[in-house]
């Protein structure tokens, strides 16, 4: 039995699906945060449960020669990234592997390797951002969270954003400082600006501000939108209002302070329209070649009826347009539906429909009226496929369905279940669309046996 705060000496095997070491001391699994494979270290046992312990290296006996020094400033606090502390090409090796062992064992697959799309630079690629905003000695600042809490950590420069979002972020902090807004307070509930979110469109350079409020208005909005107009590609100023208690970023009012109230971009060829609330991948570079990859996969042809589940702002699915003889997209959010449907008016794109409501009902209403799909892409959020979703993918028996994932476990299992209703895995391939952190997302082309 592991003793708390004694030291053992181990070697790195292999990471958690979060990232972190792995080393076996005496037949226990113990999790140690910015370790690299290989590395013999001395770790301090901080915590023991029944079947695992995690613990903290003090010293390391024998370095990986995928060991870098960190160039960021916060990364051992900040919970955004994970692995500044090891190479690029580690990186990708351990997320290729965590999708193949994810569907050898939940999956049942037997697969050797899997290829990954490895990004071309792991600097300023999101195009995204959501600062949370806290307070301390009645001065108010935004940053990321700490792993595990809702401790905001200060960072001044963020390295896998742009520039303009955290110009954008100095300025509503400083403007909240100057007339003594409040931050929110989640434990109280009271306090007014929560979070500060910024998108910025990858090819137009345009930006959007959003601003979650436990509130309706903001004080002297003007003296803001004259501080934000020094943005290159300031756009638009949008107050969410959350008063609801929790960490749920957004709320589901919107109130446009300045310009449309959404941003533009090009994708795939495509513009979108893109308002707060729009699903729309973050890499931009990477999530063009992930839905290619998809396309490619899908092997659509003019003959074909396309069904995206999940469809979002309708990326995909204008972008399979072109090939197919008709698309069909479902998505939950109401917003993102709107937006998908100006999207495809403003493409010219006349061989899409856009239905709102939850991918699994929706399908299975389709299926009732009798349509049944030659493609079906799903693209579901991290807790992957309903049972209602399986269900109607087996009653629609279409002859692929390509599922792109952003959690390798729930695309295992889903995997699994699709098998057991007749399909089987044609291929699969992981795309990295987040450098430095631990998320991975991959393509598994499934056919009908």
Excluded at 127 to 138: F, L
Aim: proline content about 3%; charged content about 25%; overall charge neutral.
């Amino acid at each position: 039995m592991l003793k708390k705060n004694e030291i053992y000496e181990a070697q790195i095997c292999d990471y958690t699906a979060e990232g972190q070491g792995v080393a076996k001391i005496d037949g226990c699994a113990v999790f140690v945060p910015n370790a690299v494979a290989g590395e013999i270290c001395r770790i301090r046992i901080e915590k023991v449960g029944k079947t695992w312990a995690s613990g903290k290296i003090v010293e390391i006996l024998e370095k990986s020669p995928h060991r870098i020094n960190r160039q960021c400033s916060v990364a051992k606090l900040c919970g955004g990234c994970d692995f500044w502390h090891m190479d690029y090409e580690e990186e990708t090796r351990l997320k290729g592997d965590r999708v193949r062992q994810a569907l050898n064992r939940i999956g049942g697959e037997e697969l050797e390797e899997i290829s990954i799309l490895r990004a071309p630079s792991c600097y300023g690629y999101r195009n995204k951002a959501q600062y949370p905003v806290s307070s301390h000695k009645g001065r108010v600042f935004a940053g990321f969270y700490k792993a595990g809490t809702h401790t905001v950590v200060e960072n001044n420069r963020c390295l896998i954003l742009p520039e303009e979002m955290d110009r954008v972020k100095k300025l509503v902090v400083d403007y909240v400082n100057h007339y003594r807004i409040s931050a929110y307070d989640e434990i109280a509930h009271n306090g007014l600006l929560r979070h500060i979110y910024v998108r910025r469109g990858a090819v137009s350079g345009q930006v959007l501000v959003c601003l979650a409020v436990n509130g309706r208005k903001l004080p002297h909005t003007e003296d803001l939108i004259r501080r934000l107009q020094a943005v290159p590609g300031f756009t638009s100023l949008v107050l969410s209002v959350n008063t609801k208690r929790g960490n749920t970023v957004l709320g589901e009012e919107f109130i446009t302070l300045y310009g449309p109230g959404y941003i533009e971009d090009t994708l795939c060829g495509l513009n979108f329209r893109l308002s707060a609330r729009s699903f729309y991948q973050v890499n931009h570079h990477q999530a063009q070649r992930l839905y290619e990859a998809a396309i490619a996969q899908a092997e659509i042809t003019k003959n074909d009826l396309v069904l995206d589940l999940y469809c979002g702002v309708g990326t995909i699915t204008l972008a399979m347009a072109k090939a197919a003889g008709k698309v069909i997209g479902v998505e939950v959010v109401a917003q993102a539906v709107e937006d998908a449907k100006e999207n495809a008016k403003r493409n010219g794109i006349e061989n899409a429909e856009f239905f709102c409501g939850d991918a699994g009902k929706a399908a299975l209403q389709l299926e009732a009226k009798g349509i049944h799909p030659d493609v079906v892409v799903v693209d579901p959020p991290r807790k992957g496929l309903n049972a209602d979703t399986i269900e109607a993918l087996s009653r629609m028996q279409p002859q692929r369905i390509v599922y792109v994932s952003c959690d390798p476990a729930t695309l295992a299992r889903d995997v699994s279940l699709l098998k057991e209703h007749g399909f089987a895995v044609k291929n699969a391939m992981a795309a990295d669309l987040f450098p430095r952190c631990a998320h991975v997302e991959s393509i598994v082309c499934l056919t009908k046996e």
